[in-house]
């Protein structure tokens, strides 16, 4: 195949196709280089008693692959049909199905099929079962629509390289696998404060990318050994990245916003939240229209309230009010009696007469006596010998 230089096509022709007709005419003059030196160590050879050898034969001989590219599907280079031994060191082939390239290497001294390059684009469900080592590094890429992720053959497994789903696959089933691995070096001595943080952007209504979430890492003690570090989430407040939680050794959760609610299960007046109030902490409604009750554990009043600093439900206090009420009645019933007067009153030093008991046996002896307490003011009251005789 014979080309001329393309330079009379600049400017003539768009960039991209003048780039590429002159990558393939400096490809050409260098297959026509090759070519010559080929023919030149064969009509060497042909004068030797090498002269019947064919040359394919001497090729393979001559351990000379040049730019030999062989076309098949992968089950052809895979089964036989084109044997990596019967090709020299270099021999390319192009798998046309998966659409990805291999070399022919000498591995312990057998010419081999080795993974050299291309990327293989379909949907994962396609994606190759039957790789091993020779196949290290083999790219392969979901085309499944918004995944394309791109992973990577480790001569073992498939990891992900690219894209925006990451994953590895394994063989584990009840262990943990780090599935990311970020990390910041100093070419200092990392102390407090030395960190790192992931940022996500979006776009705001006016087409600019702001910082919508940034979460950080840092130490709080950077000594080897006895490290203590600390997480930090940043949001967006009012047009503001602004610091909103934090979490710190050993264990220590840090609501950052002064006016912060914790809610829990829901954002409305259906549910309960927790707010602080200076040095003070409420029970809110979830929209922090109100306050909310909370509840405790409603144990019965007993000595173990003593020197307790537990709340008590409203429950338990009223319960142990009606019972000490019943109490003083029965306790007032024993000591004052509201029995009639008479002889059952002798003798009796413990219980006191109610203010009615004595009030109508004092009645009962005046009207005995022919005393009676009318409507009408009394003005002077006569007494004879203890009995009283008159009343004005």
Do not use: C
Request: charged letters at 15%.
């Amino acid at each position: 195949m014979n080309l001329r230089a393309p330079v009379s096509l600049q400017g003539q022709v768009p960039q991209v196709l003048y780039d590429w007709l002159t990558d393939l005419y400096n490809d050409n003059l260098r297959l026509d280089a090759e070519n010559r030196a080929l023919s030149r160590r064969l009509a060497t050879l042909n004068s030797s008693p090498l002269a019947n050898l064919t040359p394919a034969s001497l090729t393979v001989a001559l351990g000379l692959g040049g730019t030999t590219v062989i076309e098949g599907t992968h089950s052809e280079r895979t089964t036989g049909v084109y044997p990596a031994t019967n090709y020299a060191v270099g021999t390319q082939f192009f798998e046309t199905d998966r659409k990805v390239f291999y070399l022919v290497y000498l591995v312990a001294g057998i010419r081999t099929w080795i993974y050299s390059s291309g990327n293989q684009i379909t949907t994962l469900a396609s994606r190759p079962s039957d790789l091993g080592t020779n196949d290290t590094g083999y790219r392969f890429v979901d085309s499944t629509t918004d995944n394309e992720t791109h992973y990577i053959w480790t001569g073992t497994e498939w990891v992900t390289i690219g894209g925006y789903l990451q994953q590895i696959e394994d063989a584990a089933t009840v262990t943990i696998t780090t599935l990311q691995l970020l990390k910041h070096m100093t070419s200092g001595a990392a102390g407090v404060g030395f960190g790192g943080g992931e940022v996500t952007q979006l776009e705001n209504a006016a087409g600019t990318a702001v910082t919508a979430l940034y979460r950080t890492a840092e130490w709080l003690d950077a000594t080897n050994a006895s490290e203590d570090s600390k997480h930090t989430i940043w949001l967006q407040v009012a047009g503001t990245l602004t610091k909103i939680i934090s979490l710190s050794s050993p264990g220590n959760l840090l609501l950052e916003v002064a006016a912060g609610l914790i809610q829990l299960g829901g954002t409305s007046n259906s549910f309960p939240a927790i707010k602080r109030n200076a040095a003070n902490l409420q029970a809110r409604l979830a929209d922090d229209s109100a306050t909310t009750d909370l509840e405790v554990a409603d144990e019965v009043y007993g000595a173990g309230w003593n020197g307790s600093v537990e709340v008590p439900t409203k429950n338990a206090v009223y319960d142990e009010i009606e019972t000490v009420i019943a109490l003083i009645a029965s306790s007032v019933a024993a000591v004052i009696s509201d029995a009639a007067y008479g002889a059952g009153w002798n003798g009796v030093t413990t219980i006191a007469p109610s203010k009615n008991a004595v009030y109508d046996e004092m009645q009962t002896k005046l009207a005995a006596n022919g005393v009676n307490f009318g409507p009408a003011a009394v003005a002077s009251i006569t007494v004879v010998n203890g009995q009283v005789t008159a009343i004005a």
